[in-house]
């Protein structure tokens, strides 16, 4: 036994007896008595409360983990504004957040289509948030952070995208309240751990611009689709001529998806915090207004919804929203050839 002991400390290299975290980067792999992916039954230089703590950092996930290494007990650390303000929302990472304004037209839900339109109005609404959220889960992975798609937000399947709040019970209200002609509400919120960023400032901009530069792909394709349906009438139940077509039920829920992603393009590009278009913003500007600008963000959904109810600045939103889709058009029409 005293052999064993002793043949164990002369294999265990210095730095093993002389620092905790030398002990902790070997669990994971090869350790000091040659095993792999076996943690040393005990030693001196590896008190047991880190042990606990490097179990804890890596419970579930079977590798070190990759965000910050937590401070030795003792040290001193003063939060920043954004660390306060996103410790005081329950010390979740930064969210990349999806809200949306529809107008719904009231004389599309008194004619014929009724709950029916409705449904399907929704259900590819909560789609195109769906690929909005994914798009930032995917490009958050591809600048280095992985939170999204460990959470298995890396999907195209709405349902882990939505939230009981913003995407059922507010819409459902609003929708209620307005009878039917007003829908605000959202995805849920896509995770963002900044620091695993590889340039945290930037990348956290490319990430909040490929939300809504989903919808603006998605403008097109569902106008592809609108004009293919209403000059073909492939589809049950089509009127006679095109015309007429426009007012069938499957060309107007494709208009209405159309309308929802050019909202979405636009509205989420408004520089107010937490829209996409903040983060845009706040790499650009000085690094002493970052923190100060992105607090505004516990009341930025409020702020955007009083602006929305502002009228010329909800017109100035309609006008780009008529530019974008007159944009499409003509990339899907190649200039009004068909």
């Given at each position: 036994m005293?052999?064993?002991?002793?043949?164990?400390?002369?294999?265990?290299?210095?730095?093993?007896?002389?620092?905790?975290?030398?002990a902790v980067?070997?669990?994971?792999?090869k350790?000091?008595?040659?095993?792999?992916n076996?943690?040393?039954?005990?030693?001196?230089?590896v008190?047991?409360?880190?042990?606990?703590?490097?179990?804890?950092q890596?419970?579930?996930?079977?590798?070190?983990?990759?965000g910050?290494?937590?401070?030795?007990?003792?040290t001193?650390?003063?939060?920043?504004?954004?660390?306060?303000?996103?410790?005081?929302?329950?010390?979740?990472?930064?969210?990349?957040a999806?809200p949306v304004?529809?107008p719904v037209a009231?004389a599309?839900l008194?004619?014929q289509?009724?709950v029916?339109?409705?449904?399907?109005?929704?259900?590819?609404?909560?789609?195109s948030?769906?690929?909005?959220?994914a798009?930032?889960?995917?490009?958050?992975?591809?600048?280095?952070?992985?939170?999204?798609?460990?959470?298995g937000?890396?999907?195209?399947?709405?349902?882990?995208?939505?939230?009981?709040?913003?995407?059922?019970?507010i819409?459902?209200?609003?929708?209620?309240?307005s009878?039917?002609?007003?829908?605000?509400?959202?995805?849920?919120?896509?995770?963002?751990?900044?620091?695993?960023?590889?340039?945290?400032w930037?990348?956290?901009?490319?990430?909040?611009?490929a939300?809504?530069?989903?919808?603006?792909?998605?403008?097109?394709?569902?106008?592809a689709?609108?004009k293919?349906?209403?000059?073909?009438?492939?589809?049950?139940?089509?009127?006679?001529?095109?015309?007429?077509?426009?007012?069938?039920?499957?060309p107007?829920?494709?208009n209405t998806?159309?309308?929802?992603?050019?909202?979405?393009?636009v509205?989420?590009?408004?520089?107010?915090?937490?829209?996409?278009g903040s983060?845009i913003?706040?790499w650009?500007m000085?690094?002493?207004l970052?923190?100060?600008?992105?607090?505004?963000?516990?009341f930025?959904?409020?702020?955007?919804?009083?602006?929305?109810?502002?009228?010329?600045?909800?017109d100035?939103?309609y006008?780009?929203?008529?530019?974008?889709?007159?944009?499409?058009?003509?990339?899907?029409?190649?200039?009004?050839?068909w």
């Amino acid at each position: 036994m005293e052999l064993e002991q002793g043949t164990e400390a002369a294999r265990s290299p210095p730095n093993l007896r002389r620092s905790v975290p030398a002990a902790v980067a070997l669990w994971p792999g090869k350790t000091a008595l040659g095993r792999h992916n076996q943690r040393p039954r005990s030693h001196p230089a590896v008190p047991r409360a880190a042990r606990a703590a490097y179990d804890d950092q890596t419970r579930g996930t079977g590798t070190r983990a990759r965000g910050p290494r937590a401070p030795l007990r003792g040290t001193a650390i003063t939060p920043s504004t954004l660390d306060r303000l996103r410790l005081a929302l329950g010390g979740a990472p930064i969210a990349i957040a999806a809200p949306v304004v529809v107008p719904v037209a009231p004389a599309l839900l008194d004619g014929q289509f009724g709950v029916l339109y409705i449904v399907l109005s929704l259900a590819l609404l909560v789609l195109s948030l769906g690929i909005h959220e994914a798009a930032h889960a995917w490009t958050a992975l591809k600048c280095g952070d992985p939170t999204a798609r460990d959470l298995g937000r890396l999907t195209l399947n709405p349902i882990p995208h939505i939230d009981l709040w913003w995407t059922i019970l507010i819409p459902g209200m609003f929708l209620y309240v307005s009878n039917g002609a007003f829908l605000f509400g959202g995805a849920k919120p896509v995770p963002v751990d900044f620091h695993r960023l590889k340039n945290p400032w930037r990348d956290m901009s490319i990430v909040a611009i490929a939300g809504p530069l989903s919808n603006l792909i998605l403008v097109g394709v569902f106008f592809a689709l609108w004009k293919f349906f209403v000059e073909t009438g492939y589809y049950n139940g089509s009127s006679e001529s095109a015309s007429l077509r426009r007012s069938d039920l499957l060309p107007s829920v494709l208009n209405t998806a159309i309308f929802a992603n050019a909202i979405l393009f636009v509205f989420n590009l408004i520089p107010v915090p937490p829209l996409d278009g903040s983060r845009i913003l706040t790499w650009l500007m000085p690094s002493s207004l970052r923190e100060s600008y992105n607090a505004v963000g516990v009341f930025g959904l409020i702020i955007v919804f009083l602006l929305m109810r502002w009228e010329p600045f909800r017109d100035q939103v309609y006008r780009l929203m008529s530019i974008v889709i007159s944009g499409a058009e003509q990339v899907v029409t190649l200039g009004g050839l068909w």
